[in-house]
């Protein structure tokens, strides 16, 4: 079974800073979400990755598949950034396991 | 195209109960996946069906159950509920089964259990 570790569990920054959001996981895996859930649980897929980078606007998600390691930037953090990020994994046909989320706030 | 439906939005039912949660997939996605969301254990994977067929299921007890049908809408079923039911309920659909495609996910039904 995959275990999926986030890091930080909170955190709270300033308007426009540079926001990174870290993601581990044990076992190999066929593709990595990254997730975006807002207050009320709407959830969002930012991002679907299997191997380098992707960007979309101001987020950017790199994956290392070697170092089992997931990043998600935020540039120009803005308050409506602020939600809950996910990172979950998926393997074959397994469903997919999910870390414990990173609570971000973006203060004006 | 019209986004994940779920129905209903809101739930409140009593230990011992049964409840049926729908969902409906975006149009033309054939992959259904049930996941839920309580405080403590966040984010659980359900079951994933895929053309009607149950692709996997997560580590839930058999009280929790769900079929696809043939237009790709799908329900989930949860007898004989317990106070630890109480979760936000969410689907997700994708055009190719779960794991390596995006998915799309519902607003979610938040199931009370009293």
């Known amino acids: 079974k995959n ?105 004006p | 195209k019209a986004g994940v439906t779920q129905t209903p939005r809101y739930l409140i039912k009593t230990r011992g109960q049964q409840v049926t949660l729908s969902c409906s997939p975006i149009s033309g996605h054939r992959s259904v996946s049930w996941y839920q969301q309580t405080p403590g254990q966040g984010l659980q994977f ?13 580590n839930f007890p058999g009280r929790f159950s769900g079929r696809q049908f043939s237009n790709s809408r799908s329900e989930m079923n949860v007898s004989t509920l317990e106070l630890g039911d109480s979760a936000l309920y969410l689907c997700a659909s994708s055009s190719l089964p779960t794991g390596t495609n995006e998915q799309f996910f519902g607003p979610g039904t938040r199931l009370t259990v009293l």
């Open chain 1, 3 to 107: 275990e999926v570790e986030q890091s930080p569990q909170n955190l709270t920054a300033q308007e426009g800073e540079f926001i990174t959001i870290n993601c581990s996981y044990s076992v190999g895996i066929s593709a990595l979400h990254w997730l975006q859930q807002h207050p009320g649980g709407g959830i969002v897929s930012l991002f679907m990755l299997s191997s380098g980078k992707k960007k979309h606007g101001r987020l950017i998600a790199t994956i290392n598949i070697q170092e089992k390691h997931s990043s998600l930037h935020i540039t120009a953090s803005h308050p409506r950034d602020s939600a809950v990020y996910i990172c979950a994994v998926g393997l074959g046909a397994d469903g997919l396991t999910f870390g414990k989320g990173t609570h971000l706030i973006i203060q």
């Open chain 2, 46 to 58: 359900l079951f994933e069906y895929f053309s009607e067929t149950q692709r996997n299921k997560g």
